[in-house]
């Protein structure tokens, strides 16, 4: 079966499958105990702290297994964004930063996933654009939450890249369209 016309996802067997729920479950049972340590006092940080990384990275972990069992490019993605999310929680918890530092990460996670969907995926090409897009912006951003610039010249410079990145989707859309017109000729 084909799956937006790119990549062929495999059925799995029932091996397969059983491997993967039983993964995921032994993931989610290690977050629950995780949780419980911090809600008993064991572990020294509050629950509400470590509830989000600890949720993200179980499941990030439990779809980049099945999406290696599978070789599917669309969990691959899925895994990277939810690890990327899950490194910003966790960075918020064990380090000074916080997320007015760390929000940068947020809107690198579609790069991210792209990255990670990299390894299935039959259209890598489309990968790296959108790489290149949500990294740019991101790296903009993080000039800000740095403190590198201020939000008037990173506005600037992300009104710039935003123009670079519509110039080059209109050339290449008309390219592509150019040569579809030639190969139906």
């Known amino acids: ?18 491997a993967c729920n039983v993964v ?8 629950g105990i995780i949780l ?14 470590i509830a989000a990384p600890t949720i993200l990275f179980a499941f990030a972990a439990a779809l980049l297994f099945s999406a290696i069992v599978a070789k599917n490019s669309l969990s691959m993605w899925i ?11 966790l960075l918020d918890v064990t380090t000074p930063a916080t997320y007015a530092n760390l929000y940068p990460i947020y809107i690198a996670a ?9 390894i299935f995926s039959e259209t890598k090409f489309a990968l790296l654009k959108a790489i290149l ?4 912006f991101a790296a903009l951003f993080a000039l800000q939450s740095s403190g590198t610039c201020g939000w008037g010249l990173t506005g600037g410079l992300l009104a710039a890249f935003g123009g670079v990145c519509v110039i080059a989707y209109g050339v290449d859309a008309y390219f592509l369209k150019k040569k579809k017109e030639g190969e139906n000729a």
Not at 24 to 31: C, E, H, R, Y
Not at 37 to 46: D, Q
Not at 79 to 89: D, H, I, Q, R, Y
Not at 110 to 118: H, N, S
């Open 36 to 49: 419980i340590l911090a809600g008993a006092g064991v572990i020294k940080t509050p629950v509400r702290k």
């Open 110 to 118: 579609p790069a991210v996933g792209c990255l990670a969907a990299l």
């Open 133 to 136: 897009f949500f990294g740019g």
């Open 24 to 31: 995921m479950g032994v993931l989610l049972v290690v977050a």
């Open 1 to 18: 079966m084909k799956t937006s016309g790119m990549t062929e996802v495999l059925p799995l067997t029932k091996k397969q499958k059983c």
């Open 79 to 89: 895994a990277g964004v939810l690890f990327s999310c899950g490194l910003a929680s």
